[in-house]
């Protein structure tokens, strides 16, 4: 069973930034789809980015100017950082992940709080 492991998130003023990690029991040399969703109180579970087999990287419209992805396969990681972080991007953020186009696996999410 494939273990995926979220850390990074807090409690961050408007305009500030963290780093988010997920952290892989499996190698993601092959990943066919990595990325992060969020999911706010009483809202749905949404895709912030993600990343394909290609290396192409893909960002929601909110994310795109202030978020990035990056991966580094010798820790079997990947990463979310934020910037410029704002109220509305107060939601937990949680890991997904996929090798065979079957199978989806989910980290247990990390809350992210931006408020003054």
């Known amino acids: 069973q494939v273990k995926l492991v979220e850390s990074g998130g807090g409690l961050v003023q408007p305009g500030g930034s963290l780093r988010l990690s997920c952290v892989s029991s499996e190698s993601i040399d092959r990943i066919l789809t990595m990325g992060w969703y969020r999911q706010a109180p009483g809202q749905e579970r949404e895709l912030v980015a993600f990343i394909n087999a290609a290396d192409i990287k893909s960002y929601q419209d909110f994310a795109k100017g202030r978020f990035t992805l990056s991966r580094d396969n010798d820790k079997n990681t990947l990463y979310l950082q934020m910037t410029n972080l704002k109220p509305e991007d107060t939601a937990v953020y949680f890991c997904?992940?996929?090798?065979?186009?079957?199978?989806?696996?989910w980290g247990q999410g990390t809350q992210v709080t931006v408020s003054s």
């Open positions: 997904n992940a996929g090798w065979n186009g079957r199978d989806s696996y």
